[in-house]
């Protein structure tokens, strides 16, 4: 199982970004994606969830109405939209997978909110 996450960086408050987290090595399509999120000197904390087929989605409550958590079983890949963006979201953002009763992660990619 690979997990690989790309498309953090600076972004100044207000702006977007889009996260991308391509997958190999397990039938993607059905298994749930999971995105977490973890600051300096803070817990890991789970941001957002989605099903296999991308018909369930879940959030974090203050990230609600601002992000969104898709997915693309043809290139298995899921994504983190990110809008409305506050230095509160400054993080290292990991991708998540179980599969087999195994977690994986993703190496991370850090999302810097400053003006």
């Known amino acids: 199982v690979q997990l690989v996450e790309s498309g953090g960086g600076l972004v100044q408050p207000g702006g977007s970004v889009r996260l991308s987290c391509a997958a190999s090595g397990f039938p993607f399509s059905s298994h749930p994606m999971r995105w977490y999120r973890q600051a300096p000197g803070k817990e890991r904390e789970l941001v957002a969830s989605?099903?296999?087929?991308?018909?369930?989605?879940n959030y974090v409550d203050s990230v609600k109405g601002r992000f969104t958590i898709a997915r693309n079983n043809a290139e298995n890949t899921s994504y983190l939209q990110m809008n409305r963006l506050t230095p509160g979201d400054t993080a290292q953002y990991y991708c998540n997978v179980i599969y087999q009763a195994i977690e994986y992660w993703g190496q991370g990619t850090q999302v810097t909110v400053s003006s």
């Open positions: 989605i099903s296999g087929t991308g018909g369930d989605r």
